[in-house]
Structures are given as C-alpha cells and as structure tokens.
C-alpha cells in the first residue's frame, strides 16, 4: 500500500456522515500532515518523536508506542510521550503484552486497566512500563502493510477508562496511515545494520588478514634472526674447532674443552632468545645490563648501562625495540669476547628531532680485518637496515658501535 492509498484509506475510515463536516476536515489536515512529516525522515525514532503531537491531536495519549516485528521471533519497540523499557531492548513476541494483535489472534485490544487485564499483564510478559508507569487505559491496533501484520500502534493513557469502543476507529485509522511508512523505515534500518555489519565483518577479515601477514613477516624475520646467530656464533665455533680436531698440530685438550664450552654457551644464549626474555619482563636497560654481566661472566671487566632517555627503547614497537637489543646483545658479545675489552658502556641518548640513538663503547683491542669477519659485524648492519636504522662502527681506543633509529615515541 502506498502512502497515498493509505491516507485516502484514513480518510474513509474517519468520516461521520453524522457528524460535524469540521471535524472531519481537522482530522485530514492532520493527517496530511502527518504524512509530510514523515517523509521528511529517514529514522525511526525520529519520525515518532515528529508526529507525537498530530496524533496526540486525533487520540490524547501518555505514551504511544510503535511495535514492529524484527528477526523471526522478536520485537522491536519505539515511543514516544514517556520512556521506558520497551524502546530499550528486544521484546520476544510470546511476552509481548501485545502479543495476540501482533500474531492476528485479535483484530484489537481494548483496556480500561491494561495494569488489571491478564491479555497485557499475564505471567512472564514484558508489562514493567504497564505497572511502573501506571498506564492504565490501553487501545493497541495492528499495523498492516499488503495484508500481514507488521506490528501495532499503542496508545497509553494514565486514567483508567479514558479510552472507549468509539476510539477504535481513529487509532485504526492512524494505525493504516502509519503501517507503510513505518515498514519502510524499519527496512531500511536493517539494510544499513546489515551494511554495518558486512562492513565490520569486512574490517575485522582484513585485520585478520594484515595479522596474519605481520605475524608471517615476524616469523621470517625471526628466522633470519636465528640463522645469523648460529653463522655467526655456533657454526663459526664449530668450525673452527674441527680444524683443530683435523689439523696436524698437537691437540690442546684444554682450550679445546674451553672452546666447546663457550660454544655450549652460545647455544644456549641463543635458545633462550626463543622464549619470553628480560626484553618483555623488565625492559631493554635491565635486559642489557643482564647480558653484559652474563657476557663478560666471572672475568675483572667494567660493565654499565646509562639510559639517559628515561626509557625510550621501551616505548618502541615490538619489531624495533626486539631489533635493537640483538644489535645490542652482538655489539657486546664482540666486545668481551674478542676484543679483550676490560670496560663496557652502553648509553641511551636522545638526538635532535626525536632520534634515538644506543651507542656501545669498549677499550679493547679495536676492529682488525681478522675480528670483524669472524665476529659478523656485518649482519649488524642488516638488523639495522629492518628497522631503518643508521650504523656506525668505529675505531676509537677500542671500538664505538653506534646505531640511530630516525625517530622514537616522546
């Protein structure tokens, strides 16, 4: 039914060929305006809380409420005058207090005391706002739209009786100019709930698709991580330790022991980085300041962090901060394993423009073509290049190994 076809229905089903010819006019101003009010909505709500007063002027009410069947099984309520529970949340049709009129088991509803009537207040039903709200006198129609019940129009009145039989008609008459727009108002808001809820399902498949990418990305990047370690480390050791095994000078058994052991150590080093380390527990000063006293172990060696940034590394990302303290972590080891250093300075400073820069310094015996290959200085500067980072390595009473991220959370 178009809206057109439903106020000419009103209007023939408010006429009194008895009655006053001025009333009659009223009620159709009113209900044409109605009808542009309504078509200047596009929200449920909206267009209840616009036409309360003209239908307050047809049938004086204390609450109107609209009802509309939503999901199979389930109501959906919108009001005016007063609010309650009913526009809060769904209702199930089965403790409607409207349910007969909105299963068609009852063409009308008419109360004198909807708060004394067990159609409206019977065991189960959602009748609180009835009782809470005393909302005595109650006329509830169907809203019709190509025949099939789409929901009720309600009227509430506060004064037991206030309505009768001879309002039936003008709340009938309201309810048949109200079904059409209201059907096409509560679709379209499921459209665009449907909508939302497609667009969330869209966002929330991406955000599992990007998760799932940077977790791949963390897992390679991992990879290399531990495969740089065991070149670097491990394998390095082990391989120099089977030439000594397979070469011609006499066998040191020793420092082939020592050696053994160290690279024991290494491995272990190395294992436990794949488990949640002091990085995550305490943060990147305290897990330096761990390392440095594990690498230079129970030898006479000088070891100091100095974190001048108040904790700058650990207001990094994840990625960053895990790929600065590896640069950490093999900037040290270099230090008290191979170049003899008796003193080791981690500083944490702070540059211009919010550049974050980590600068470890020994006094060993400095950089030779012999320490730098076998020591992989080189994979420091790949570590960097993930994060953007600038390297420096220098020879200066020893060697200074600095890296500078371009910039870092304030």
Not at 281 to 286: D, P, R
Not at 323 to 330: D, K, N, S, V
Request: charged share 25%; aromatic share 4%.
């Amino acid at each position: 039914m178009s809206s057109s076809q439903a106020a000419e229905s009103v209007r023939a089903a408010v006429s009194r060929p008895a009655g006053d010819p001025g009333e009659d006019r009223k009620d159709r101003d009113v209900f044409e305006r109605i009808s542009t009010r309504l078509s200047e909505e596009v929200e449920i709500g909206a267009a209840l809380s616009a036409i309360a007063p003209e239908i307050a002027a047809v049938l004086p009410f204390s609450h109107v409420d609209i009802c509309l069947h939503d999901t199979p099984g389930w109501v959906v309520s919108f009001e005016a005058g007063i609010e309650t529970r009913w526009s809060q949340r769904r209702t199930r049709v089965q403790y409607s207090p409207v349910r007969d009129v909105l299963l068609g088991r009852s063409p009308a509803m008419l109360s004198a005391n909807a708060m004394e009537d067990p159609r409206q207040t019977f065991p189960g039903a959602c009748c609180e706002p009835i009782l809470n709200h005393r909302l005595r006198a109650r006329i509830n129609v169907p809203l019709r739209v190509m025949g099939e019940v789409t929901g009720t129009l309600n009227f509430s009145h506060g004064t037991a009786g206030f309505y009768t039989a001879a309002d039936l008609p003008q709340a009938q008459a309201l309810a048949d100019l109200l079904a059409p727009w209201f059907h096409a108002l509560h679709g379209a808001a499921r459209a665009r709930q449907a909508a939302q809820l497609r667009a969330r399902a869209q966002e929330q498949a991406e955000g599992l698709r990007q998760g799932a990418l940077e977790l791949t990305q963390t897992l390679e990047q991992e990879r290399q991580r531990i495969g740089m370690d065991l070149h670097d480390q491990t394998l390095a050791d082990l391989t120099r330790i089977l030439r000594e095994l397979t070469g011609d000078a006499p066998l040191d058994r020793d420092l082939l022991a020592e050696r053994v052991t160290d690279t024991i150590d290494d491995l272990r080093a190395l294992i436990d980085t794949a488990v949640p380390t002091l990085l995550d527990l305490f943060g990147y000063a305290h897990a330096v300041r761990v390392h440095l006293e594990r690498a230079v172990g129970p030898d006479p060696v000088e070891v100091d962090v100095e974190d001048e940034t108040d904790g700058a590394p650990d207001r990094l990302g994840p990625t960053e901060r895990t790929a600065l303290f590896r640069i950490t972590q093999e900037a040290i080891n270099n230090a008290a394993r191979h170049a003899g250093a008796r003193r080791i300075l981690v500083t944490v400073s702070s540059e211009p423009q919010h550049r974050l820069r980590v600068t470890i310094s020994d006094d060993g015996i400095g950089i030779g073509p012999e320490v730098g290959r076998r020591s992989g200085l080189s994979h420091l500067r790949t570590r960097a290049h993930l994060i953007g980072a600038d390297l420096e390595i220098v020879a200066d009473a020893g060697t200074r190994v600095t890296v500078t991220l371009p910039e870092f959370p304030a």
